[in-house]
């Protein structure tokens, strides 16, 4: 056993212990995934074993024995001198903000070369070839590029790969990741755990892999460690744990994982003859200003060429990645951001009706939009006025309508919060008292204040824990089928989309590239990119493993698509339906 | 525990069903308030700067009655009077707060005043006595005093001035101009610097252009000549009363571009934070938007850049009335007693004229303690 973690209790001050009697070890060559929600304690964890708590936090009891070449000590009774040569050359760790995590005064280069001449003792000249070395070793296309960068000019990946190259780059014993994935997207995501896989074959270090993301932990786990509030609740072999667990919280974690199906149903093609919303090709191109006076103008089309309808009474899903342009696409549903000249955003209020022009809508029409189309806010924490009581939050939208009187008001508010699923006792409270899951509810209830016909959901559950997100989920599909609701779903993960959604539409740079029913979509892909997209979706099965060499042979980089799907260059495919309910863009 | 090895399983009940129906966080659930109350608790030298203030300004309505002397009350037999110790053992005996009598003599080698204890007499203090009147609170004419010295004695607790005024006495009443210059400035500098500031942070674009670059000009200018020209150009038959007035708002509207600058910049972030983006997609007006959500945010942010700045204020009257061009007497803030102390000859040779120094000093320090404890307080969501 390499690193042999046993009994580790910390606490805060005078609290009560947030670790309780944790202990985990990881062998030589091998992963081990510590896997848990918020609140778990997987980080403090980890920062204990390197000796980066906060100041006061106290280690009650506990030993971590490190057993590397020719060392065999306690890592949580070391001095501060030895834990320094320890740090970074036999145990380093790479976090989950690599912005926040990267001096952004020194470039990328320098910061990982200074490793080398704090460890080694090389010098600069060497250590710069050393460091140009690992940055082929880690992918970096440009290197005399990466080597001179600052942490600010790459991208989320780019710094990763730079942090890895960071830790690994003493050829540690033992490296740690604290949820390095998390922040990234799917397909950047699987670069980075192939990388880091590979590494491990290489050089034979042991890894120590923080997550809460079991389709992560199913691919390159060789162990695992289950946490709940600061204890262990189940650890041993990935394939017992993920297959057989025994505790309740491992199956309920397991059971909340969502799934990609993979087996079509059979397809009803619905034809929508009853939208509720249509969108015909939608523009919007940003013009960002580089310069003060006389800088030059640059054109950022954040969207393009985007039309698609939502029948009444149903989900219609946008998944993309970060920079696909599906958050623009809902603010300009809503109003919120005007699209450009041609674009047309039709919306109708009542079935049969005369649509809106969400565009030109002014005054009093507006309002009436404004009541009938509503949002759920992607971030729980900050979509909440904090200085508010939970009443005047919920009857805001009423008191800005003018509609009803005080206390018919209150007793709305009450209703919906019953109807969320929450306690109506709830309402003189403030918004920080409540956990993540409930505010998204609370979210959910004011959104449902004005009665309103379409909901606009911005990634609602992505910044929830697994539990939860499941939980909120269900409470979404359960009042659009008692409400008769219909939805525009926007996220970024697969497996929640083909839960929820009949439709589903993939955007790549400001592009649908391909629409059609989730089942179609995850069964047969034409497009390079969802392709690219659904393959790099992590399961929490250990028999369907991904590749992830194949994947980080950048199947999402535009260039490496065939050529009638190609979008470099002047003429862009149009949407074609290949086979009814199923659109892609392809050159015909 | 099971058969299979190496494989590990919490013993402990575990309860899937978690109620959602209680709040995730019961001690959290607090009006704001209390929360930053709490944190502020733990900043000592806030909570004792805090204190000192408190009494500082309670205590101004009742200058009068504390003081054992008024401030213009002359006392010719008593020119740059020697600081009087009070004791309370005479002669081996308990007898009460008491002061010997001091008389003048002039050192005519030196050219100095020099004063002679009569330790044989002990000369109590009267409590609760008559002297001279003044205004209790600003309008009830009273002669009360708390405590005076008897007939043929003084009682110059921190000495005398040149004209044999007073000083401990002057210092109370000079609290009550230079405490209160403060809260009038930053009054005219409030509603100036929130609405201003909020309006550019709300609009932004050519509205905060325009209005930053004010700013900036505003702030360019050296603020000693400006406070200077500015108070020169105050009639000179104007009474203290009005000149008092005056020099506040002039301070007032010189410091209001520091205030705006704060509000800009949390209205600024503010307005990016979701919650306001779901009350403006909810159909809500700017000015809804601006009262409810964004000004609630900030009152105390808002409150933190009041209180630092007070102590600019405060210090620029007293550089004002120390050079002569804030209030002059028969008016009696700590600056215009300064003014009689710019002279070097005369603080090396009676140090006790210097003293006004020492309450400002205390004041300005109080309010930057206080100032920055509130300052830390204010964000309660934030880890320790």
Request: proline share 17%; net charge positive; hydrophobic share 35%.
């Given at each position: 056993m390499l690193l042999q973690v046993e009994n580790l209790s910390i606490s805060f001050g005078k609290d009560a212990p947030i670790i309780q009697n944790v202990s985990f070890g990881v062998e030589r060559g091998q992963t081990l995934a510590i896997v848990g929600e918020s609140g778990s304690g997987k980080t403090i964890c980890c920062r204990a074993l390197l000796d980066i708590l906060p100041g006061s936090a106290r280690i009650d009891t506990g030993t971590a024995r490190f057993r590397g070449l020719g060392l065999d000590i306690d890592l949580l009774n070391l001095s501060n001198k030895a834990m320094r040569s320890i740090r970074g050359d036999r145990i380093s760790m790479i976090f989950q903000e690599p912005m926040r995590s990267l001096s952004p005064l020194h470039r990328v280069g320098h910061q990982v070369a200074e490793v080398l001449c704090l460890h080694r003792g090389l010098p600069w000249r060497e250590a710069r070839r050393t460091v140009k070395d690992q940055f082929s070793r880690v992918g970096f296309k440009d290197i005399q590029r990466a080597w001179n960068a600052y942490p600010f000019e790459m991208s989320g990946g780019m710094r990763q790969r730079a942090m890895i190259a960071m830790a690994i780059i003493a050829k540690p014993d033992v490296l740690i990741a604290d949820e390095p994935t998390t922040a990234l997207d799917v397909t950047t995501q699987a670069h980075i755990l192939g990388l880091i896989k590979d590494l491990r074959e290489e050089t034979g270090m042991s890894v120590i892999f923080v997550t809460h993301d079991l389709g992560v932990v199913a691919n390159i786990a060789d162990s695992v460690c289950v946490m709940r509030r600061g204890r262990v609740m189940e650890s041993g072999p990935v394939d017992t744990v993920i297959k057989k667990p025994d505790h309740g919280y491992t199956r309920k974690l397991l059971a909340a994982a969502p799934v990609i199906p993979h087996e079509a149903m059979p397809n009803d093609v619905q034809l929508a003859e009853d939208p509720i919303l249509r969108l015909d090709s939608v523009h919007k191109t940003f013009i960002i200003k580089t310069g003060q006076f006389f800088g030059r103008v640059r054109e950022f089309r954040a969207v393009e060429d985007v039309s698609f309808a939502i029948p009444r009474g149903k989900t219609f899903a946008i998944v993309g990645e970060s920079g696909s342009g599906k958050s623009t696409v809902a603010n300009m549903v809503l109003g919120a951001l005007r699209a450009d000249e041609g674009s047309k955003i039709r919306y109708w209020p009542k079935r049969g009706g005369e649509p809106l022009d969400v565009q030109t809508l002014t005054g009093k029409s507006r309002r009436r939009f404004q009541g009938s189309a509503q949002m759920v806010f992607q971030d729980p924490f900050s979509?909440?006025?904090?200085?508010?009581q939970i009443l005047d939050i919920l009857t805001e939208p009423l008191a800005i309508h003018g509609i009803g009187t005080r206390k018919e008001r209150r007793e709305k508010a009450a209703a919906l919060i019953e109807r969320v699923g929450l306690d109506p006792g709830m309402l003189r409270r403030f918004p920080h008292a409540f956990s993540g899951g409930q505010r998204q509810r609370l979210s959910i209830a004011r959104a449902l204040m004005l009665e309103p016909d379409l909901l606009v959901c911005d990634e609602p559950t992505s910044a929830l824990d697994l539990s939860v997100q499941a939980q909120v989920l269900n409470l979404l599909e359960e009042i659009r089928d008692n409400l008769g609701l219909s939805y525009l779903f926007i996220s970024h993960d697969l497996a929640v989309v083909a839960r929820v959604a009949d439709e589903c539409a993939v955007m790549h740079q400001g592009l649908i590239v391909e629409m059609a029913a989730p089942d179609v979509l995850f069964t047969q892909p034409k497009h390079p990119y969802t392709k690219a997209l659904i393959a790099a979706c992590l399961e929490a099965d250990v028999d369907r493993k991904v590749n992830l060499a194949t994947i980080s042979m950048g199947a999402g980089d535009p260039h490496s698509w065939p050529s009638e799907y190609a979008m470099c260059g002047t003429s862009l495919p149009a949407l074609v339906e290949t086979v009814p309910g199923h659109m892609v863009r392809i050159q015909t | 525990m099971t058969h299979r090895p190496n494989h590990y399983v919490d013993p402990a009940p575990y309860d899937p069903a978690e109620d959602i129906r209680t709040p995730g966080h019961p001690d959290l659930d607090v009006p704001n308030r209390v929360l930053i109350w709490h944190r502020f608790k733990r900043y000592k030298p806030g909570v004792i700067s805090g204190i000192f203030l408190a009494l500082s300004y309670l205590m101004l309505p009742f200058a009068g009655f504390i003081a054992p002397y008024t401030p213009n009350e002359r006392h010719a037999a008593h020119l740059y009077a020697t600081p009087q110790m009070v004791h309370l053992f005479h002669e081996g005996q308990f007898i009460g707060p008491y002061v010997y009598p001091i008389t003048a003599e002039a050192d005519l080698v030196n050219f100095r005043w020099t004063y002679i204890q009569d330790r044989k007499t002990a000369a109590r203090l009267e409590w609760f006595c008559e002297g001279h009147t003044y205004n209790l609170m600003g309008f009830i004419p009273s002669d009360a005093h708390l405590f005076c010295a008897p007939e043929g004695a003084t009682v110059f607790l921190w000495g005398a001035d040149r004209l044999g005024r007073d000083i401990f006495s002057r210092i109370l009443y000079g609290a009550q101009l230079s405490l209160t210059v403060g809260l009038i400035g930053i009054t005219v500098s409030f509603l100036l610097g929130i609405s201003i500031g909020g309006i550019a942070g709300y609009f932004g674009g050519r509205v905060d252009w325009g209005v930053q670059r004010v700013i900036e000009i505003l702030r360019s200018l050296p603020e000693l000549p400006l406070w200077l020209a500015l108070s020169a150009a105050v009639p000179g038959h104007w009474g203290p009363g009005a000149v008092f007035f005056i020099i506040s708002i002039i301070l007032g509207l010189l410091d209001w571009p520091g205030l705006a600058r704060a509000v800009r910049s949390k209205f600024l972030a503010l307005r990016e934070e979701e919650f306001v983006r779901a009350a403006e997609m909810m159909g809500a007006r700017p000015r809804r938007v601006i009262s409810r959500h964004l000004l609630p945010n900030f009152s105390s942010h808002l409150i933190a850049s009041a209180i630092l700045s007070i102590p600019a204020m405060i210090l620029g009257e007293t550089a004002l009335s120390f050079l002569g061009l804030g209030l002059r007497t028969p008016a009696v803030s700590w600056g215009v007693m300064l003014n009689d102390a710019q002279n070097l000859a005369s603080i090396e040779i009676y140090p006790w004229t210097a003293l006004p120094m020492l309450p400002v000093v205390l004041v300005v320090l109080a309010f930057n303690f206080l100032g920055d404890g509130l300052r830390e307080s204010l964000d309660p969501y934030s880890d320790d």
């Open positions: 979509s909440l006025s904090p200085r508010m | -």
